[in-house]
C-alpha cells in the first residue's frame, strides 16, 4: 500500500459514490451496501476519536456505533430514510456548518464531496470545526478514466472525472499535512459504485445495478444504450475477457478510490 504526504496542501498531485438529487434520493440498500474493509480503513484514519461530524451524512453508510456521530445532510429525502437507530441528521450544508470551532474530535465526509457547490469551503470549515483528523473518501479525477468501463461509456467517466474535485484541491484546502491513500476495492465489494464491478462486468448490464451511481443519470438513453450493447457484445465474442479477464480472479482492484486524512 502506497501513502503519499502532502505538507502544506499545496502539491501537484497528479494522477469516488453516494446518492444524491439526481437520483432523487431513492433507496439503493440493495446494490450500495457499506463494505467492511472499506470500513475498516475508515475506523483506523478516524483512530481513537470519540465525537465525529459526518458531512453529507445521506443515509449514514458506514457511520459506527464505535463514534458518537453528529451528521449533517441537506437533502430531506435522505435525512427521513436514515435508520432510526442514528443520530437524526442537522439539516445544514458542509460550507457552513452550524457549530463552533473545535467542537469534534474528527470529522469525515465520504462519497459526498463532489455534490458540494462549493468543496473549498466545505474542506475549511470540516477543518474549522474539528480538534483531530478530517477524513474524507472520495475518488481521484485523474484516475477515473483508467477503469476498463472507459471503453465502453466514456461519457458516463467523463462526466466521473469532471464531477470529482481535483485532490490538490482538497489538500489546500484543509492545510496542514495530509496523507492520500489509495483504498483497495474487493472483488465482491458490496458498495456498488463503478469500480465495485471490476472483475463482474456482467452486474453492470443491469439498469438497477447502475443506477445507484449517479454519473450515470448525467448521460442520455442513446449513450446508455450504446454502452449496453457494446458491453454485450464484448462479452459474448470474449473480445472484454481477452482484454480485462485477468481481472476475475483478482481479489482487489487499485482503482481511483482514495482515503484522504488530515491533521493540522
Same mark, same amino acid.
Request: glycine share 8%.
Given at each position: 500500500?502506497?501513502?503519499?504526504?502532502?505538507?502544506?496542501?499545496?502539491?501537484?498531485?497528479?494522477?469516488?459514490?453516494?446518492?444524491?438529487?439526481?437520483?432523487?434520493?431513492?433507496?439503493?440498500?440493495?446494490?450500495?451496501?457499506?463494505?467492511?474493509?472499506?470500513?475498516?480503513?475508515?475506523?483506523?484514519?478516524?483512530?481513537?476519536?470519540?465525537?465525529?461530524?459526518?458531512?453529507?451524512?445521506?443515509?449514514?453508510?458506514?457511520?459506527?456505533?464505535?463514534?458518537?456521530?453528529?451528521?449533517? +445532510?441537506?437533502? *430531506?429525502?435522505?435525512?427521513?430514510?436514515? !435508520?432510526?437507530?442514528?443520530?437524526?441528521? /442537522? %439539516?445544514?450544508? &458542509?460550507?457552513?456548518?452550524?457549530?463552533?470551532?473545535?467542537?469534534?474530535?474528527?470529522?469525515?465526509?465520504?462519497?459526498?464531496?463532489?455534490?458540494?457547490?462549493?468543496?473549498?469551503?466545505?474542506?475549511?470549515?470540516?477543518?474549522?470545526?474539528?480538534?483531530?483528523?478530517?477524513?474524507?473518501?472520495?475518488?481521484?479525477?485523474?484516475?477515473?478514466?483508467?477503469?476498463?468501463?472507459?471503453?465502453?461509456?466514456?461519457?458516463?467517466?467523463?462526466?466521473?472525472?469532471?464531477?470529482?474535485?481535483?485532490?490538490?484541491?482538497?489538500?489546500?484546502?484543509?492545510?496542514?499535512?495530509?496523507?492520500?491513500?489509495?483504498?483497495?476495492?474487493?472483488?465482491?465489494?458490496?458498495?456498488?459504485?463503478?469500480?465495485?464491478?471490476?472483475?463482474?462486468? +456482467?452486474?453492470? *448490464?443491469?439498469?438497477?445495478?447502475?443506477? !445507484?451511481?449517479?454519473?450515470?443519470?448525467? /448521460? %442520455?438513453?442513446? &449513450?446508455?444504450?450504446?454502452?449496453?450493447?457494446?458491453?454485450?457484445?464484448?462479452?459474448?465474442?470474449?473480445?472484454?475477457?481477452?482484454?480485462?479477464?485477468?481481472?476475475?480472479?483478482?481479489?482487489?482492484?487499485?482503482?481511483?478510490?482514495?482515503?484522504?486524512?488530515?491533521?493540522?
Amino acid at each position: 500500500m502506497v501513502t503519499r504526504t502532502y505538507d502544506g496542501g499545496t502539491h501537484d498531485i497528479g494522477h469516488d459514490s453516494g446518492t444524491d438529487s439526481r437520483n432523487g434520493g431513492g433507496r439503493h440498500t440493495d446494490h450500495r451496501r457499506p463494505d467492511p474493509r472499506i470500513a475498516r480503513f475508515i475506523a483506523e484514519a478516524l483512530g481513537d476519536a470519540r465525537s465525529v461530524l459526518n458531512v453529507g451524512a445521506g443515509t449514514g453508510s458506514y457511520e459506527s456505533a464505535a463514534h458518537t456521530i453528529t451528521a449533517v +445532510e441537506p437533502s *430531506l429525502a435522505l435525512r427521513a430514510q436514515r !435508520p432510526a437507530a442514528l443520530a437524526t441528521a /442537522v %439539516d445544514a450544508v &458542509a460550507e457552513d456548518l452550524p457549530f463552533t470551532d473545535g467542537t469534534f474530535d474528527a470529522s469525515m465526509a465520504l462519497f459526498s464531496v463532489h455534490q458540494w457547490s462549493d468543496v473549498e469551503a466545505g474542506m475549511r470549515e470540516m477543518r474549522r470545526v474539528t480538534r483531530g483528523p478530517v477524513v474524507v473518501l472520495t475518488n481521484d479525477p485523474a484516475r477515473v478514466r483508467d477503469f476498463w468501463l472507459y471503453e465502453y461509456a466514456p461519457d458516463v467517466l467523463d462526466v466521473e472525472a469532471r464531477r470529482h474535485p481535483p485532490l490538490r484541491t482538497l489538500t489546500a484546502a484543509l492545510g496542514g499535512t495530509t496523507t492520500v491513500t489509495p483504498v483497495p476495492i474487493p472483488l465482491d465489494c458490496t458498495d456498488g459504485f463503478n469500480e465495485a464491478y471490476y472483475g463482474r462486468p +456482467e452486474l453492470l *448490464l443491469d439498469p438497477a445495478v447502475r443506477q !445507484p451511481c449517479s454519473a450515470w443519470s448525467y /448521460v %442520455d438513453d442513446r &449513450a446508455r444504450q450504446d454502452f449496453d450493447t457494446s458491453l454485450r457484445h464484448a462479452l459474448g465474442s470474449g473480445t472484454w475477457d481477452a482484454a480485462f479477464g485477468h481481472l476475475r480472479n483478482r481479489p482487489a482492484y487499485d482503482g481511483s478510490l482514495v482515503l484522504l486524512r488530515s491533521t493540522s
